[in-house]
């Protein structure tokens, strides 16, 4: 991957199997990467990059702006956040497999062994996390399957550094990311319905923003909320 420098700011080169430049900005920092053609130079990529230099700056800024969450500790009390609702943590011994139980609105308890560690803490509240999603997804999956008049062939959740989801447009699979069980579940939706959008339109263009007016009329309020939400404290690198 090339890198140039544009009034100070890094900007990744990323060549593809594409006809056209893509700029976007990626969390929690603002990362900067330019998917270019195969054959673009990086003098053509530094001179595309220039000229939108304004856009650059305001959506960094918007990320630099956004509040960020403490690392977590896994500690009594702790906030932890679920469907965008706050729950606080409280931690209960097991003998057998870890798990996690919500005790109505206000606690989440954290079962694991005496001794677990603070990764198997994480990876027991992830895997649940998993699993919330994995059962919420099929019914809005085939909802807007029929709202969209399309078939989605997969779909499926994993951890992800730079995006809150993709779409392999040939192949129909749609992969979301695991920190959206910690969303409100309209941008868990609003997350879909973008990719799903992709399905019928590859380009973020106007055609592909009528789609996304059209299907989810107040999709860039959600799309705003989800920005506005405080971020995980982790590397978000590529």
Not at 11 to 32: C, E, F, S, W
Not at 36 to 64: M, Q, Y
Not at 110 to 123: D, F, M, Q, T, W
Request: aromatic share 10%; with cysteine.
């Amino acid at each position: 991957m090339a890198q140039i420098t544009v009034s100070g700011i890094a900007v990744d080169i990323v060549r593809k199997d594409i006809k056209n430049m893509h700029l976007a900005v990626y969390p929690p920092d603002g990362r900067i990467r330019l998917a270019v053609p195969l054959r673009v130079t990086d003098e053509a990529a530094r001179l595309f990059a220039i000229s939108k230099l304004g856009w650059i700056k305001r959506h960094r800024r918007r990320f630099e702006e956004q509040e960020r969450e403490p690392p977590r500790e896994f500690r009594e009390r702790e906030s932890h956040y679920f469907l965008g609702r706050r729950y606080l943590l409280r931690i209960r011994k097991t003998e057998g497999a870890g798990r996690v139980e919500l005790k109505g609105n206000t606690y989440l308890d954290l079962y694991v062994p005496e001794g677990a560690s603070l990764e198997y803490k994480e990876r027991t509240l992830n895997e649940w996390y998993r699993k919330q999603l994995k059962q919420m997804l099929p019914e809005m999956v085939a909802r807007w399957e029929q709202k969209m008049d399309l078939k989605v062939n997969f779909w499926g959740v994993k951890r992800m550094k730079t995006k809150w989801g993709s779409c392999n447009i040939e192949q129909k699979r749609i992969w979301l990311n695991l920190e959206l069980a910690r969303k409100p579940a309209s941008c868990l939706e609003y997350i879909l319905v973008h990719e799903m959008a992709h399905l019928l339109e590859r380009h973020h263009n106007g055609r592909f923003k009528a789609l996304m007016d059209h299907y989810l009329p107040n999709w860039k309020h959600r799309r705003e909320e989800l920005n506005r939400l405080p971020v995980r404290h982790v590397d978000w690198g590529y």
